[in-house]
């Protein structure tokens, strides 16, 4: 295992945006980050790597879909592998739909991304974090927000089977 001198961060999403600017942060902030995003991404998340590397903070890029628990268990593996542990997780990623022209495979792609791939990712890092004994930190992107829109998107799910239950 790699010699542990700082903070390691894993960023989901951090091949654009927020997540992006996330990880870029935390670099600056003195912490080692892993980057996450979907495979084909990679180019993307590269090129977050070397801006990271460049402000000299080890960095690599960890390709993961954050819906699949075992991308999840292999992403934060390959951190603790490479980085030598995890301190912080910041959850980025979102799926966004229009709900009045969603198809059921984008509804069912949002709900495993936005519910699912938080609860892995979640999950997954703070088994890790309990595991090396020294604590960590859990951010989430726009975090009262994404309570909001998780509550909404239970809410209209329940609402979906009570009417299927009652009609």
Do not use: F
Not at 94 to 101: P, R
């Amino acid at each position: 295992m790699p010699s542990r001198s700082s903070s390691i961060a894993i960023v989901t999403g951090a091949a654009q945006g927020i997540g992006q600017s996330i990880a870029l942060r935390l670099a600056q902030d003195g912490l080692d980050v892993a980057v996450n995003d979907l495979p084909e991404k990679d180019v993307q998340l590269q090129e977050v790597v070397h801006q990271i590397q460049a402000a000299g903070r080890r960095s690599i890029a960890v390709a993961a879909d954050v819906s699949d628990e075992e991308g999840v268990r292999k992403m934060i593996a390959q951190t603790v592998r490479r980085l030598g542990g995890l301190d912080v997780v910041s959850h980025s990623v979102t799926h966004k739909v229009g709900y009045l022209s969603v198809s059921t495979q984008d509804w069912d792609r949002m709900m495993s991304v936005n519910l699912r791939g938080v609860m892995l990712c979640y999950k997954y890092a703070a088994i890790q974090m309990i595991k090396q004994g020294r604590g960590g930190r859990i951010l989430g992107k726009y975090l009262r927000r994404s309570v909001v829109r998780l509550i909404i998107q239970y809410t209209i799910s329940r609402c979906i089977l009570n009417i299927r239950e009652k009609g």
